[in-house]
């Protein structure tokens, strides 16, 4: 399992949960890596996918594209200023962050591993099934006032990977679907699926800032703040095995969007 994060901590967490559970049958690699930084990131990455595709043989690829900020908050009126460069920093940070790299990202990932006839695989099929999980929202569907900034981001977000299962919805295995518990009828699996999943309202720093945050839309900060006090937030890892469910049975339409609640 490869983790990137910017926060060298974090991974260091990450990594030790990651092999404490898997109980010696999995191995995190960790790279440290700011995602919004695009004078770095395609050349890291790039660094990573090379030699993750060098790593071992395989017949499934999974990329969990998770990265992400709240970005700016507030009534879109008011967030930027003429001449206040600082506003338009921040703003481009953000796109560069929750929309450009995550773009990037995927397609760097869907090239090395579902396009690229070098990469060693263990399936009949003569390629790895590729999945890919953009981690969405409510957001992405729904305008949220004064998180335009992240709402506008999500909404790309989703709209890239469903073009990008579009893309590829032709491209079908042709394996017994007895080799795979969930094989369909017609014998064949797509060896390309997308899911935009959306994980709830998680109890993470990013809910903990909402939920603090003076100029959050009035009703949005009382139900973030009402959810907390009735202990509503959803546990990542709760979030998290529901998504393993949804990656395991594989029975989602690939490019859909999958809310927490909808399984």
């Known amino acids: 399992m490869v983790l990137i994060s910017r926060s060298a901590e974090s991974l260091r967490e990450a990594a030790r949960?990651?092999?404490?559970r898997g109980r010696g049958a999995v191995t995190a690699r960790c790279h440290e890596m700011d995602l919004s930084d695009l004078d770095t990131v395609g050349d890291e990455?790039?660094?990573v996918l090379e030699s993750s595709s060098r790593a071992g043989r395989y017949d499934s690829c999974l990329l969990v594209n998770n990265?992400?900020?709240?970005?700016?908050?507030g009534l879109a009126s008011s967030l930027f200023s003429p001449g206040e460069s600082n506003n338009m920093r921040e703003l481009r940070r953000a796109v560069d962050l929750n929309v450009t790299s995550s773009i990037w990202i995927s397609a760097q990932f869907t090239k090395k591993f579902l396009d690229s006839p070098s990469i060693a695989c263990t399936s009949t099929a003569g390629s790895p099934l590729v999945r890919i999980v953009n981690?969405?929202?409510?957001?992405a569907l729904e305008p949220f006032p004064t998180m335009s900034i992240y709402s506008a981001g999500k909404a790309g977000r989703d709209m890239f990977h469903r073009a990008?299962?579009?893309e590829h919805s032709t491209d079908y295995s042709h394996e017994d679907s007895s080799s795979h518990p969930n094989g369909n009828r017609q014998g064949r699996r797509q060896m390309f699926k997308v899911l935009n999943y959306a994980p709830g309202l998680c109890d993470t720093q990013m809910s903990e800032y909402l939920a603090d945050c003076a100029v959050l839309d009035e009703g949005l900060h009382e139900y973030y703040t009402k959810s907390k006090e009735d202990d509503k937030w959803i546990r990542p890892e709760d979030t998290a095995k529901k998504l393993i469910r949804?990656?395991?049975?594989?029975?989602?339409?690939?490019?859909?969007?999958?809310?927490?609640?909808?399984?």
């Open 17 to 20: 949960m990651t092999e404490e």
């Open 45 to 47: 990455f790039q660094s």
């Open 135 to 139: 981690t969405s929202s409510l957001c």
């Open 67 to 73: 990265a992400g900020s709240v970005g700016p908050v």
């Open 164 to 166: 990008l299962a579009k």
């Open 246 to 263: 949804i990656i395991d049975l594989d029975e989602f339409e690939s490019g859909s969007h999958v809310d927490y609640w909808d399984v």
